[in-house]
């Protein structure tokens, strides 16, 4: 048989019986969509972590405090409660070869009010360079400068989302009066929407003197968190090394593992939560693809059921001079169609829903060529292996008992 005349008989088999034909596709559609929306969605997580890590700074080296044991000494890591790192710390840092810039911070959780609204949200009090190193614009009035932290001023800058939220929308608080923790500061800037979520959304924050957090807020010396700039990217690891050592001198620390003290080198942080999103899409593509070994499974009910409803037929064809490699490679083809148009009408479904998703700001979803490729192999697979069984067995049939079946 020729190519054409497998196609025609392939059109119409399957249209003989279009309301099967039509669910058998349906199982193969809702596993291809899901495989690739699912993937999406896990890139989309993936890339917009990345990028929420990238936007907090470049080249960023974090020192937090650590873990300090010793005779009824615990100091918990990473959780800013330790009391373990100085201004002095940080200024001794930037001596260090390929330190770019320093920016010490005292974060905390304070009540906000002004013009009979409130909300809590994050304080953090730092010094002027803190906007180089963490790459925050100012968009209307002014940062901290050095006259504000040297004289502990109470004056403020306001991310977006607190002043909106405080003042309303459309209105810049620039010049009046907000209360943090029941004291009076003055608001002198509104920082550019930058985006982020959780902690480290830099738009729901607000922005102090260091000098003034740590005398009116925390109420003592100590600094959260002590933010390092490398010159570029190459020189993060030896940079990472010096801080450590440097800081084990200053605290008198001889054995690196009892620091009280943690640092986090960006790209690694990176790396990490690549790791560990990447392990998730996985998971949710294993997931979807059950929906495609539960659609492969269909397409071999179909087949097995066609050949038994055209068990005559076959034994007709063997009896004119078909071979059985006619009849197979006809119900294989069958099979493969079914999949194929399945996997076709998937894949735009699954870009549909991905693209849905984003539009509507449900969450971020990204679809890739290669889940694509991969959804679209995985279909073709399922064709050949699904179907090759029901097309064995209707190439093995015997014309003379097939001609004879009722």
Do not use: C
Not at 71 to 99: E, F, H, W
Not at 253 to 282: R, Y
Not at 372 to 398: D, E, H, M, Q, T
Request: aromatic fraction near 6%; hydrophobic fraction near 45%; glycine fraction near 10%.
């Amino acid at each position: 048989m020729k190519l054409f005349d497998f196609l025609e008989e392939t059109y119409l088999a399957l249209s003989a019986n279009k309301a099967r034909s039509g669910l058998t596709v349906l199982g193969i559609v809702i596993g291809i969509s899901s495989v690739i929306a699912m993937l999406a969605i896990g890139t989309g997580a993936q890339n917009s972590i990345k990028s929420s890590i990238q936007s907090i700074g470049s080249n960023l080296i974090m020192v937090t405090p650590g873990t300090q044991r010793g005779p009824g000494v615990t100091v918990s890591a990473g959780r800013g409660s330790a009391k373990t790192l100085t201004l002095d710390d940080a200024n001794a840092l930037k001596i260090i070869a390929s330190v770019k810039a320093v920016a010490s911070e005292v974060s905390g959780r304070y009540q906000l009010a002004a013009k009979g609204q409130n909300t809590n949200t994050q304080v953090v009090g730092t010094v002027p360079i803190y906007t180089e190193v963490k790459n925050i614009q100012v968009d209307s009035g002014n940062f901290i400068t050095d006259p504000n932290v040297n004289g502990a001023s109470k004056v403020a800058v306001l991310g977006p989302a607190v002043a909106e939220d405080i003042f309303g929308t459309g209105v810049n608080p620039v010049g009046q009066t907000i209360r943090i923790n029941k004291i009076d500061f003055k608001i002198i800037g509104i920082t550019k929407a930058k985006g982020g979520s959780g902690m480290s959304n830099s738009d729901d924050m607000v922005y102090v003197p260091i000098s003034t957090a740590q005398r009116l807020l925390s109420g003592n010396k100590y600094v959260t968190t002590i933010n390092v700039e490398a010159e570029n990217s190459d020189a993060m690891t030896t940079v990472q090394a010096d801080i450590t050592a440097l800081l084990l001198s200053r605290h008198h620390i001889t054995d690196s593992t009892k620091a009280d003290f943690s640092t986090m080198n960006q790209a690694d942080i990176i790396s990490t939560m690549s790791s560990v999103t990447g392990t998730f899409t996985m998971l949710l593509g294993a997931v979807a693809g059950i929906s495609l070994i539960v659609g492969g499974i269909g397409i071999m009910n179909m087949m097995l059921t066609t050949v038994t409803e055209r068990t005559r037929e076959i034994g007709l064809r063997k009896a004119i001079g078909a071979k059985g490699k006619d009849i197979s490679i006809q119900f294989l083809i069958e099979a493969i169609a079914l999949t194929f148009i399945g996997g076709f009408i998937g894949i735009i479904l699954g870009w549909a829903i991905a693209a849905g998703m984003t539009y509507f700001n449900v969450m971020q979803a990204q679809v890739s060529w290669s889940s694509v490729l991969l959804a679209f192999g995985v279909s073709a697979v399922i064709g050949i292996v699904f179907g090759y069984y029901p097309a064995r067995r209707a190439a093995k049939l015997n014309p003379i008992e097939a001609l004879r079946f009722e």
